[in-house]
């Protein structure tokens, strides 16, 4: 029988049976994985925290007997992220990063990039708390990781220059001129937020600390991001709907 060992990220677990839980993890070479942790509920001694949501562990498992899900020999704690745990909008940022991994990457296998992608943010919601300009950062290097690179500094469709205001299409490849562009509707950034995002796709994608957006950067970026992940994703988030309330109440 041939052991499997990997660092890993918990995703979620949910209760099975009377004492049993099922672990989903997220991991650099396998994607997103599930096992079976016995008598996960009985016995905090055999892996005590270990199996929270947004924890930074290693995981040993054997492989699967017939169709059953592969059991969990050990999990061992790297970090708990405990500074996350206290404060409601980490909480709320890190389930959305976690969903958006899942939805967008699923069981495809092979994702180191996306991996310390997430690893990164979730540290960074650990550390420093949460900020519009992490989320932002999050969405637009996931984005770029699974292989969607807007146009951004020339129109998609004729490469000419913009103007001031762009149209931004993801449907048609991102930044349109305003002659490609339909004269109204769909989501408008200024030249400097098209600029902004480009330069952010230049900066390492492990680096959160240090980057401060504008408000106008936020607001139009922001607003570009969710189109264009909204054309990868077959059904509404629900950490999206969960962190759209979190986030009114912070603000009302
Ligand atoms: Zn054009």
């Given at each position: 029988?041939?052991?499997?060992?990997?660092?890993?990220?918990?995703?979620r677990?949910?209760?099975?049976?009377?004492?049993?839980?099922?672990?989903?993890?997220?991991?650099?070479?396998?994607?997103?994985?599930?096992?079976?942790?016995?008598?996960?509920?009985?016995?905090?001694?055999?892996?005590?925290?270990?199996l929270?949501?947004f924890?930074q562990v290693?995981?040993?498992?054997?492989?699967?007997?017939?169709?059953?899900?592969?059991?969990?020999?050990?999990?061992?704690?790297?970090?708990?992220?405990?500074?996350?745990?206290?404060?409601?909008?980490?909480?709320?940022?890190?389930?959305?990063?976690?969903?958006?991994?899942?939805?967008?990457?699923?069981?495809?296998?092979?994702?180191?990039d996306?991996?310390?992608?997430?690893?990164?943010?979730?540290?960074?919601?650990?550390t420093?708390?949460?900020s519009?300009?992490?989320?932002?950062?999050?969405?637009?290097?996931?984005?770029?990781?699974?292989?969607?690179?807007?146009?951004?500094?020339?129109?998609?469709?004729?490469?000419?220059?913009?103007?001031?205001?762009?149209?931004?299409?993801?449907?048609r490849?991102?930044?349109?001129?305003?002659?490609?562009?339909p004269?109204?509707?769909?989501?408008?950034?200024?030249?400097?937020?098209?600029g902004?995002l480009?330069?952010?796709?230049?900066s390492?994608?492990?680096?959160?600390?240090?980057?401060?957006?504008?408000?106008?950067?936020?607001?139009?970026?922001?607003a570009?991001?969710?189109?264009?992940?909204?054309?990868h994703?077959?059904?509404?988030l629900?950490?999206?709907?969960?962190?759209?309330?979190?986030?009114?109440a912070?603000?009302g």
């Amino acid at each position: 029988m041939q052991f499997q060992v990997s660092d890993a990220i918990i995703l979620r677990h949910i209760d099975y049976g009377e004492a049993d839980r099922v672990v989903t993890f997220f991991t650099p070479q396998q994607g997103r994985c599930k096992g079976f942790a016995r008598g996960a509920r009985n016995s905090r001694k055999r892996f005590g925290t270990a199996l929270e949501p947004f924890a930074q562990v290693r995981v040993h498992w054997s492989p699967a007997k017939g169709s059953g899900l592969p059991p969990l020999r050990e999990v061992e704690l790297i970090d708990l992220r405990v500074g996350l745990r206290s404060d409601l909008l980490s909480l709320a940022l890190a389930g959305y990063g976690c969903e958006l991994v899942e939805e967008l990457v699923g069981d495809d296998p092979g994702h180191p990039d996306i991996y310390q992608l997430l690893r990164a943010f979730l540290d960074h919601l650990a550390t420093a708390g949460p900020s519009p300009t992490a989320r932002l950062l999050f969405e637009l290097r996931l984005l770029h990781q699974i292989g969607y690179v807007p146009h951004l500094l020339h129109c998609a469709e004729c490469f000419g220059p913009l103007a001031d205001e762009v149209a931004f299409d993801p449907h048609r490849g991102g930044s349109l001129c305003g002659g490609c562009a339909p004269a109204a509707g769909g989501v408008r950034l200024g030249l400097t937020t098209v600029g902004s995002l480009a330069r952010l796709l230049r900066s390492p994608p492990e680096q959160f600390a240090g980057i401060n957006l504008g408000e106008r950067t936020l607001a139009e970026g922001g607003a570009a991001l969710a189109t264009a992940l909204n054309i990868h994703l077959s059904r509404p988030l629900r950490s999206l709907r969960f962190l759209r309330e979190i986030s009114r109440a912070f603000e009302g």
